[in-house]
């Protein structure tokens, strides 16, 4: 296992359009995050996987925005009506427990430009 | 407002040089977390500071958790070109989920 994997690494849609974004974890990771990061700022949580389940979401995750870890292993990101606004970074992370401590494992990120 | 706030947001420097980067809160903090992050990839932990007054060595890197926990430097001696990135503070809740500082943008010159 290589680590975290995203696809596609870029993607350029025209607004208005629906995009999917790929994670495959580190494949003994129960637990699987996603991240959007805008130029000039840190990653800024969105969502959090514990297997299947979704258990948090943040508010920046509006109505357009769906993610779901079907079998526990992969996760897709699932972007309605792209907005410019919606242009970032999204990275996705996975660890294997929780705690203050806890190395997340970040994959490449998929960039995404709005046109 | 950024719960952890980086400074300077901006540095470029010459190879060799010296360099200090701070990560600063009003907040206590049972862990702080350092990452980098190059340029068309995800951040990369280099180091978790847990005790007040802890200092941590990586090379040439060194990372300072302040006595109090709502601080943290990096210093980095001798900076080398592939030193260039982004320096991310960050701690993890309580839960879950890794809270990030906007970064320090590191440049080094050769």
């Known amino acids: 296992d290589t680590g975290v994997s995203q696809n596609p690494r870029h993607k350029i849609t025209k607004r208005g359009q629906n995009v999917t974004f790929r994670c495959d974890p580190i494949?003994?990771?129960?637990?699987l995050y996603w991240y959007r990061q805008t130029l000039g700022q840190g990653p800024e949580f969105l969502t959090y996987f514990q297997n299947e389940a979704q258990l948090e979401k943040s508010r920046l995750l509006s109505d357009r925005f769906s993610a779901e870890r079907p079998k526990g292993s992969f996760s897709t990101l699932e972007i309605q009506r792209t907005e410019q606004g919606d242009s970032a970074m999204y990275l996705c992370?996975?660890?294997?427990?929780?705690?203050?401590?806890?190395?997340?494992?970040f994959g490449q990120g998929t960039r995404l430009t709005v046109v | 407002t950024q719960l952890l706030e980086q400074s300077p947001q901006f540095l470029s420097i010459q190879e060799g040089e010296n360099l200090t980067v701070y990560c600063n809160s009003s907040?206590?903090?049972?862990?702080l977390q350092w990452y980098r992050q190059e340029p068309g990839e995800g951040p990369v932990l280099l180091v978790t500071?847990?005790?007040?007054?802890e200092v941590k060595k990586l090379k040439r890197l060194t990372f300072q958790f302040g006595d109090a926990r709502k601080d943290s430097s990096l210093h980095i001696t001798a900076a080398q070109p592939g030193d260039t990135g982004l320096y991310l503070c960050a701690y993890r809740t309580g839960g879950f989920k890794t809270i990030f500082g906007a970064g320090t943008r590191l440049f080094v010159k050769a």
């Open positions: 494949s003994e990771h129960n637990r």
């Open positions: 500071v847990v005790t007040g007054g």
């Open positions: 992370a996975s660890s294997s427990r929780q705690g203050p401590g806890t190395e997340a494992f």
């Open positions: 907040s206590v903090f049972s862990s």
